[in-house]
């Protein structure tokens, strides 16, 4: 749901958290991979139980990942956004300072922050290892139009 505007008029989105505790990290399902993956759990179960009652039964082997409806690969989550004044690469100025993490999710109404990241750019040469040239330090920013600038972040 978006953090802004009439709730009544947006479309809810849902998603399922899943929990990985043997590997330590979740996974976020949208209700279509939800829905397949009890079906592959149902699978399971009903093969396990069928070998139960005939032999003795088995646990399944999850080796494979193909086959294990408990498992994803790992995802990227977005936790928050950050915003990193780039006013001063129109000066070729460099700059240097810490910024917050903000939480961008729809649960965290209030913008709380959500951690600190250290970024910073300054103006190289082409192999980002030595110094601009002298004529990319302008006093006003159109001076630089149509010139080759390099930034090393």
Sequence with gaps: MPD???????K????????????????????SKFTDRVEMMRELYNEYVEDLVGSGGSLPDFSDHEKDPFWDPPE????????????NLGYTIENEAPDAILFTTSTNISGGQAGKINVSYWPC????EGEADDELLV??????????????V
Excluded: M, S
């Design 12 to 31: 809810r989105i849902f998603e399922i958290k899943v929990d990985n505790r043997e590997a330590g990290y979740f996974y976020v399902w949208n209700p």
């Design 125 to 128: 040469d082409l192999t980002g």
């Design 76 to 87: 990227p989550v977005l936790i928050g956004t950050c915003y990193l004044q780039l006013k």
């Design 139 to 152: 006093d006003e920013p159109i001076e630089l139009l149509n010139k080759e600038i390099f930034f090393r």
């Design 4 to 10: 802004f505007g009439d709730i009544k008029v947006e």
